[in-house]
């Protein structure tokens, strides 16, 4: 009599009461499985996407040219062209967004002051890029604030912009483009 269950056969039996030998080893491979596997590599594929805004100071130091006949500003948008360009090719689910501070103009979804989302977070495309260089080759339409500037509501504005994408993301970064040392002064 076997210690295992009911089982018949040599004693090794799943204990299961099939009858069958082969109990143990009846549902190692199920259909659901691959179903299962599938859909943990679709899920782990788009977790790995990195998110990055560009936080630009837009105050008027921003766009004083340097030795070299270059503004900060013009330098930060290259910058962005550069890593649009970037994850087009090597990782075209990421997402990449644009924000500018300082600014006389305002768009973003908590009205603040000063703060305009000139790009919302999105998968990078040639339109993008387009829209960048575009802004480089004219006057900025969006103003210069000359008074002190609440950095929080910046950041704040970053932070929502992270909450409202639906994605999950593996990193949320914000890379800050600024000459100033306090980002708060005008």
């Given at each position: 009599m076997s210690t295992y269950g009911s089982g018949?056969?040599?004693?090794?039996?799943?204990?299961?009461?099939t009858g069958s030998s082969?109990?143990?080893?009846?549902?190692?491979?199920?259909?659901?499985?691959?179903e299962r596997e599938e859909q943990e590599e679709r899920e782990a594929f788009t977790a790995n996407r990195d998110c990055v805004i560009f936080l630009i100071d837009c105050h008027q130091p921003m766009f004083e040219r340097n030795e070299?006949?270059?503004?900060?500003?013009?330098?930060?948008?290259?910058?962005?062209?550069?890593?649009l360009t970037d994850k087009i090719i090597s990782s075209e689910n990421d997402f990449l967004g644009m924000c500018f501070y300082g600014?006389?103009?305002?768009?973003?979804?908590?009205?603040?002051?000063n703060v305009y989302v000139f790009m919302d977070?999105?998968?990078p495309d040639a339109q993008k890029i387009l829209d960048l260089e575009a802004l480089q080759k004219?006057?900025?339409?969006?103003?210069?604030?000359?008074?002190?500037?609440?950095?929080?509501?910046?950041?704040?504005?970053?932070?929502?912009?992270?909450?409202?994408?639906t994605a999950k993301l593996r990193h949320k970064r914000i890379f800050l483009f600024t000459n100033e040392d306090n980002p708060n002064t005008g």
């Open positions: 018949t056969g040599s004693g090794t039996g799943s204990g299961t009461g082969y109990g143990i080893w009846e549902n190692l491979y199920d259909e659901n499985d691959e070299e006949g270059t503004t900060p500003f013009h330098n930060a948008i290259k910058c962005a062209i550069l890593t600014t006389e103009s305002k768009r973003n979804s908590n009205e603040f002051e977070l999105d998968v004219s006057d900025f339409k969006f103003g210069h604030t000359a008074r002190d500037f609440p950095f929080p509501d910046a950041l704040w504005t970053c932070s929502t912009m992270f909450a409202n994408c």
